[in-house]
Nanobody, 115 residues
């Protein structure tokens, strides 16, 4: 069974940093893309960053220059380095994995940024 497991969330002060990790396993198909999304209460789930199989990255405009997405292909793991965090970025962050043409989601990890 496919697993998508996030870790690294927590409480940080404004201006601080966190590094999120997402490890995935269990599919016979290749990973086409992995990404991070966030969803605060009452809001829709929005893209933060993604990386495709050829290494192309994409970021939401609001996080460009502060967040970096990277991957370890041997471990099927994607990371999100978040710097200069802002209180409005408090949210549940979700890892998304596309195996072939099928989407999988992690359970989410809470990030809280205090002012």
């Amino acid at each position: 069974q496919v697993q998508v497991v996030e870790s690294g969330g927590g409480l940080v002060q404004a201006g601080g940093s966190l590094r999120l990790s997402c490890a995935t396993s269990g599919s016979r198909l290749s990973i086409n893309a992995m990404g991070w999304y966030r969803q605060a209460p009452g809001n829709q789930r929005d893209l933060v960053a993604r990386i495709t199989s050829d290494g192309t990255t994409m970021y939401a405009d609001s996080v460009k220059g502060r967040f970096t997405i990277s991957r370890d292909n041997a471990k099927n793991t994607v990371y999100l380095q978040m710097n200069s965090l802002k209180p409005e970025e408090t949210s549940v962050y979700y890892c998304n994995v596309i195996y072939g043409y099928i989407n999988y989601w992690g359970q989410g990890t809470q990030v809280t940024v205090s002012s």
